[in-house]
C-alpha cells in the first residue's frame, strides 16, 4: 500500500494526474482490506469477525445460505444481513483446526450447503456490525 502511496505521489510530481489516480486506486483497496480484514472466532450461537474498528456478528440460526468464491472467501446470509469471511485457508492461530471443524459442524447441523458464487470475493458484511458499548460509568 505504501509503494502505491508513494508512486502516485512521484506521478503527482511528474504532471501524470491520471496514473497517479490510478495508483490511489489501489491505495484505496489496500486501506480496504487491511480496515476490513480480522480473526475469525465462532462458537455454537454464533460466528464474528473481529476487524481494526468494529465487530462483526451473524447468530448461526440466522444464516439461510453459504456462498464461496473460487479463493475460498465465505459469505453467510441472512434474510436481512451478511457476513463475509476470509477463506479458511487463511486462518491462523493455534485455533484454526477447531474453527474449521466447528464451522463445518454448524453448516452440517443446519443442512446447508456451500454454493460457489463469482462475487463472493467483492461481498461487504451488511447489517452484522456490533455497536460497542460505552464503559460503565461509575457515578
Do not use: C
Not at 35 to 50: F, K, L
Not at 106 to 118: E, G, I
Amino acid at each position: 500500500m505504501l509503494l502505491f502511496l508513494l508512486a502516485s505521489l512521484l506521478s503527482w510530481r511528474a504532471h501524470d494526474s491520471l496514473v497517479s489516480v490510478l495508483f490511489l486506486v489501489f491505495v484505496a483497496l489496500g486501506f480496504h482490506l487491511m480496515v476490513g480484514s480480522g480473526h475469525v472466532a465462532a462458537d455454537d450461537e454464533a460466528i464474528s469477525v473481529h476487524g481494526l474498528l468494529a465487530r462483526y456478528e451473524l447468530a448461526w440460526e440466522r444464516v439461510r445460505r453459504v456462498d464461496a468464491s473460487g479463493y475460498g472467501t465465505l459469505v453467510l446470509h441472512a434474510d436481512d444481513a451478511r457476513l463475509v469471511l476470509p477463506a479458511p485457508m487463511l486462518w491462523s492461530g493455534p485455533g484454526k483446526p477447531a474453527l474449521r471443524a466447528l464451522v463445518a459442524r454448524q453448516l452440517r447441523d443446519r443442512a446447508l450447503t456451500v454454493r460457489r458464487a463469482l462475487g463472493a470475493d467483492y461481498r461487504v458484511h451488511r447489517n452484522v456490525r456490533v455497536q460497542r458499548t460505552p464503559p460503565n460509568d461509575p457515578s
